[in-house]
């Protein structure tokens, strides 16, 4: 299978994209993390850019906060799918989001949420697009689906004895 990469702009960023490796280790996809900075670091992002294919990555995931530039640089040098997470700031990541998102056209970055949601969702999209051509990681989509499900059950469940 190929690996996964986790990148982030700093180590700031960490906390917050330990629930996307949380997530590649649930399914048993094999990844590296690194911190590069598109602002501080951009020699290193450049190098980790172009070299990403060959090194063996499949997919990216990259995050980044505020002036949020990792991904789309990331996106503007390689051809593998790129996936940005915009992280929390102080004015509550829809700089980060913005900064993610409104990419050019032609340079796609599939951008998701703002924070933990976006960290987990980031994982979960990554092993869907690697699924497509491993038939057990995609069997173990379903399964996860269908314990989402179940866990919808106990939740309605417990509201529904809230009542009596
Ligand atoms: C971005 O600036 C990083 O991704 C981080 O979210 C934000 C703040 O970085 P630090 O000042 O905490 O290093 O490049």
Redesign the pocket.
């Known amino acids: 299978m190929k690996k996964t990469a986790v990148i982030?702009?700093?180590?700031?960023?960490w906390e917050c994209m330990k629930a996307t490796v949380e997530m590649l280790k649930e399914f048993g996809v094999p990844h590296d993390v690194r911190v590069v900075?598109?602002?501080?670091s951009p020699g290193a992002v450049r190098e980790f850019a172009l070299g990403a294919a060959e090194t063996g990555f499949g997919v990216i995931i990259a995050?980044?906060?505020?002036?949020?530039?990792?991904a789309g640089v990331i996106a503007s040098m390689t051809t593998l799918p790129v996936i940005g997470v915009p992280?929390q700031?102080k004015l509550g990541g829809i700089d980060?989001l913005c900064s993610t998102v409104q990419m050019p056209s032609g340079v796609p970055v599939a951008t998701m949420s703002i924070g933990d949601a976006g960290a987990k969702n980031a994982a979960i999209f990554a092993v869907q697009i690697l699924a497509l051509d491993d038939a057990s990681l995609a069997k173990r989509l379903g399964e996860y689906k269908v314990n989402l499900a179940e866990s919808v059950v106990e939740k309605n469940e417990k509201v529904r004895k809230d009542l009596k």
């Open positions: 982030m702009g700093s180590d700031s960023d900075s598109a602002h501080r995050a980044a906060g505020g002036a949020a530039h990792l992280m700031t980060s």
